[in-house]
């Protein structure tokens, strides 16, 4: 059974840092391309940053280049996202995503790629 689980959001003062992680099961996650996406209240489900099979590929939103990084851990079956100065504007809920390599293999953060749906964690930026 595909399952995707977010997990380290939480409350942080802006300037701080939180590492996401999204544990999967199911398939193995160095084989898929992967990315993060965040839901803000009121907005569109906005890409972050997404990391290709080809894991020397990834890219990150403007919003955020220079202060997140995505990565993943074949060994824990894992992929994370390094969050440094963080800024109220990054409130949002957190998904991570996934895609088989036979329907894509590329790094790209338009939502409608992507297969595999974690349910979300919540990350609020107090200023």
């Known amino acids: 059974q595909v399952q995707l689980v977010e997990s380290g959001g939480g409350l942080v003062q802006s300037g701080g840092s939180l590492r996401l992680s999204c544990e999967v099961s199911?398939?193995?996650?160095?084989?898929?391309?992967a990315a993060w996406f965040r839901r803000a209240p009121g907005k569109e489900r906005e890409g972050v940053s997404c990391?290709?099979?080809?894991?020397?590929?990834?890219h990150y939103a403007d919003s955020v280049k220079g202060r997140f990084t995505i990565s993943r851990d074949g060994a824990k079956n894992t992929m994370y996202l390094q969050m440094n100065n963080l800024k109220p504007e990054d409130t949002a809920v957190y998904y991570c995503a996934a895609v088989p390599p036979a329907m894509f293999s590329l790094c790209e953060l338009l939502p409608q790629s992507y297969v595999y749906w974690g349910q979300g964690t919540q990350v609020t930026v107090s200023s």
């Open positions: 199911g398939f193995t996650l160095d084989h898929y391309a």
């Open positions: 990391v290709a099979v080809n894991e020397g590929n990834t």
